[in-house]
């Protein structure tokens, strides 16, 4: 098993979300971090950085920063929920943009739909200042692979 996997398997097992982040490079590079809501789902949040800006006009977040943080955001929930540790290889992931995203911290939710034995669907909503005005939509397919 390489380093990442037993990273990986560590963080899983320990539901710990900082050293899932860190096992992850881009995770780290966007500066994603994991936060328990009340109700003890997860929420994905990624603070505004200035690199992070695509338009610089508006100001508004690059549109790449939001599809990414919805896309780890189901890539980590579907590995977070299985029951048995399997990597989520996306094969098909889908992203809906609805508004601008501007210079604040964006905040994704994400839940996993199905999981079988080879293959597993996410969903998810990103949002910045109320969670009732979306700014994009995910939806992804991924392949499972043994850690």
Do not use: K
């Not at 950085?49 to 549109?63: T, V, W």
């Amino acid at each position: 098993m390489s380093t990442r996997a037993n990273a990986l398997t560590a963080a899983l097992a320990g539901a710990d979300y900082p050293a899932l982040v860190q096992a992850v490079p881009y995770a780290t590079y966007l500066g994603l971090a994991v936060e328990l809501a009340e109700d003890g789902s997860r929420r994905y949040v990624m603070d505004f950085r200035d690199d992070l800006i695509g338009n610089a006009s508006l100001p508004a977040l690059h549109g790449g920063t939001v599809a990414s943080l919805l896309s780890l955001a189901m890539q980590f929930e579907a590995l977070i929920d299985m029951p048995a540790p399997r990597l989520p290889d996306p094969v098909d992931v889908t992203i809906d943009y609805w508004r601008s995203a501007g210079p604040v911290r964006c905040t994704a939710t994400a839940r996993l739909i199905r999981s079988g034995r080879h293959v597993a669907q996410a969903q998810a909503v990103c949002y910045q200042e109320h969670v009732d005005r979306p700014i994009a939509f995910g939806r992804s397919a991924f392949v499972l692979r043994n850690v």
